[in-house]
């Protein structure tokens, strides 16, 4: 067990190097980072004392030493926009992309689970039809232009919840419906096909035949089975929630770190950027080690490999 | 069966290819979603390759006398606006029709150059195994660990939008995905009778990939290319929206919306009927792949 966990660790750690490495490169693409950072009318004597004091001029590696040291203490540089440090900006509003993209998830497994558990045992009814069209659109919907579909619906015809910001749950609404419809429908489709699949095993067979009725059957031996793949999706999606939480926060202006990042973006502000991208990768890096570790509880064969 | 002097016609011969074909194609047929998709993609590819003589007015052509008006609207010339125009006074519908091909453009280029990459990545991942496979599924996490839209802005942002770097970027990024499908092909093919024979026949390792194995990846890839076909598209409209696609004037779907976005209390037609473009045209290609994976291999857990 614990061989395994090292080994998952290390591998953690090797992919947060390699996620390091990429948003150092990031300002490299150009082959020159100070034409990146500078505004363009600088002039060629600018460029180079610009490049002096960065560092720019030492070898690659020196400077991506440096970065990775930066990086571990939580220094980004400061923004170029606000003067205040890169890495503070974006870990201010962690929170607030936390509690969008959890109240979206939140929704999804609340939707999603049942929907594909009654599909699955009802298969083939009109609710198994209509849950499978539903989240079929769903996953073919462009999550933005559902937002401002909410918006035109909600906020400007019926005038019930807000268009944007964050303040009481009423703001919470519309973004965490839009961020959690891909999700929602993913699940659904999962969760449907993952309970048919374990329904069909010889063991729900066997209990059936023994005379167990139904609803256990159901609950204890399919479920406990189908929640594995669910569980390993979870971990998955909610990498697809924060980044989607980027375009879902800029159309309802959500305070988070997606809407700072497109903005630090429009605005060449790089430190952020770098900050952004790095932080919530490697939240997405943790939280899938965490997910793999609830696995091995749930699957006992994993523990033994 | 009559029989004149030597004129005794024999049944035709049908290649095994050839029946297999029209097996697939009956098949497919006989499931009207997958039809339906397919009809869907093409009357969008023909309305894309087709552009200039679809629309009915020029999509860049502004008339200010002629803004936010609703759909059905005719104009002092007596032409109709179906689908209203925009704030500058487009015609919203000829916007549309034009922005059918940045969308299936960046699509198809985009999943060649993922496709192509993933394909190498999971035949090399899975055949050879070991070390090989260990470094290109490290590679693979760290792709998969960024939220790719982030990734995506930061690097276009530095780079500068285009066409071009769009399809790049969004090129580059996807390979994981049919990297993992070919890998495990290519990890189970490489236990069969046929290829354990030709490496026993001294076959190179190189010319069985491409010829023993590559050919039998070839359908899970198909299926994941399609559906990611799709999400491509997504993905490129949400670019466009954040301003970071093919550039203004031209018509891009996610750029219409972002433009509707500022009048969606006024003029709630600029929004909608690119956004309805892009769930049919995405929705059309769903229903095909999903299609497509029944019918060539309903395992695949895709």
């Not at chain 2, 397919?38 to 803004?67: K, Y």
Request: glycine share 10%.
């Amino acid at each position: 067990m614990s061989i395994f966990l090292t080994r998952r660790l290390l591998q953690s750690l090797v992919v947060l190097l390699g996620v390091s490495f990429v948003v150092f490169f990031i300002l490299f693409l150009t082959g020159d980072p100070a034409l990146v950072l500078l505004p363009p009318e600088a002039s060629a004597e600018d460029i180079r004392q610009f490049r002096e004091r960065m560092g720019f001029n030492d070898p690659f590696l020196v400077q991506y030493g440096r970065f990775l040291a930066g990086a571990l203490q939580g220094n980004f540089g400061d923004s170029i926009r606000h003067g205040e440090p890169a890495f503070h900006l974006v870990v201010e509003r962690m929170p607030a992309t936390f509690q969008l993209s959890g109240a979206a998830l939140l929704i999804a497994l609340c939707l999603a689970i049942p929907a594909g558990i009654v599909s699955a045992v009802r298969r083939n009814s009109v609710l198994d039809y209509f849950s499978t069209v539903v989240a079929l659109l769903g996953q073919s919907m462009p999550t933005f232009w559902l937002g401002i579909m909410l918006i035109l619906l909600f906020s400007v015809q019926l005038q019930w919840l807000p268009s944007s910001g964050r303040g009481d749950l009423r703001h919470l609404v519309l973004p965490a419906i839009t961020l959690g419809l891909f999700t929602t429908a993913r699940i659904t489709r999962l969760t449907r096909s993952g309970m048919l699949e374990v329904l069909s095993q010889d063991y729900i067979r066997t209990a059936r035949a023994k005379g167990v009725n139904d609803p256990p059957v159901v609950w204890k031996h399919a479920l406990k089975n189908a929640a594995i793949p669910i569980v390993t999706i979870v971990g998955i999606e909610l990498g697809t929630l924060l980044g989607g939480s980027v375009i879902t926060e800029t159309i309802f202006a959500w305070p988070g770190v997606g809407r700072l990042s497109v903005q630090a973006i429009y605005n060449r502000d790089y430190p952020v950027v770098q900050a952004a991208v790095f932080l919530l990768a490697t939240t997405f890096v943790l939280v899938n080690l965490f997910v793999d570790v609830l696995y091995t509880y749930l699957d006992p064969r994993i523990r033994l490999r | 069966m009559s029989t004149t002097a030597g004129a005794l016609t024999l049944p035709e011969e049908v290649h095994p290819t050839q029946r297999e074909w029209r097996v697939f194609v009956r098949r497919l047929g006989r499931r009207r979603t997958a039809l339906f998709g397919v009809v869907v993609v093409a009357i969008v590819l023909l309305t894309a390759l087709g552009a200039s003589w679809v629309a009915p007015f020029d999509p860049i052509e502004q008339d200010i006398g002629e803004r936010l008006k609703p759909p059905g609207w005719r104009d002092e010339g007596g032409r109709t606006h179906l689908l209203g125009t925009d704030h500058l006074g487009r015609d919203i519908l000829a916007r549309i029709v034009h922005g059918a091909r940045p969308a299936l453009l960046v699509g198809a280029a985009a999943v060649a150059i993922s496709g192509v990459l993933g394909m190498m990545a999971g035949l090399l991942a899975g055949y050879f195994g070991g070390r090989v496979d260990d470094v290109l599924m490290r590679l693979a996490d760290i792709q998969l660990a960024f939220p790719f839209i982030l990734l995506a802005i930061a690097v276009i942002g530095v780079l500068g939008p285009s066409l071009t770097t769009i399809i790049c970027v969004i090129g580059v990024s996807s390979w994981v995905v049919y990297a993992r499908i070919v890998r495990g092909a290519a990890l189970s093919l490489r236990e069969r009778e046929f290829v354990q024979a030709a490496q026993a026949l001294g076959g190179g390792d190189g010319r069985i990939l491409v010829r023993h194995i590559l050919p039998n990846v070839l359908t899970p890839w198909l299926v994941v290319a399609t559906l990611d076909m799709a999400r491509v598209i997504v993905i490129e409209s949400a670019l466009s929206f954040l301003g970071l696609g093919v550039q203004p004037p031209a018509p891009t779907w996610g750029g219409m919306l972002a433009d509707g976005r500022v009048y969606i209390s006024t003029a709630w037609w600029l929004a909608t009927f690119p956004g309805l473009a892009i769930l049919v045209t995405v929705l059309g290609i769903n229903l095909f792949g999903d299609g497509l994976r029944d019918t060539l291999d309903p395992r695949l857990k895709v």
